[in-house]
């Protein structure tokens, strides 16, 4: 009877021991894991709509005033998209008259 109580104790801890090795493998592969990098994609604001509107909404957003970071990422973000568009363009220098006429030629400078 304490042969076969021992049997059944010996069973138990082995299963015990090989679920800690499977848990202990898993932790284990999770830490030695190499993070990646999450990546953001931007979305294009100005999907469908005439070059036109596309740069006089990006011109709306570089001449609000804002010094919180939201903000200023928000215009590289158009400056991103208005180089891009002027990229695309088969007629950039079109668009970049558009912006004169808008801003005015001192003005336009800045902006490139």
């Not at 570089?62 to 939201?70: E, I, M």
């Amino acid at each position: 009877s304490e042969i076969k109580d021992t049997t059944d104790l010996n069973l138990t801890v082995e299963s015990e021991i090989k679920n800690l090795e499977d848990s202990i493998t898993i932790l284990l592969t999770n830490i030695f894991q190499t993070i990646q990098p999450m990546t953001k994609s931007l979305t294009k604001l100005f999907i469908g709509r005439t070059w036109k509107t596309q740069v006089d909404k990006m011109l709306t957003q570089l001449t609000t005033h804002g010094r919180t970071r939201k903000d200023l990422n928000q215009k590289i973000q158009m400056y991103y998209y208005l180089i891009k568009l002027l990229d695309q363009h088969a007629d950039s220098a079109m668009i970049k008259d558009f912006i004169e006429r808008k801003q005015g030629k001192r003005k336009a400078k800045d902006t490139w």
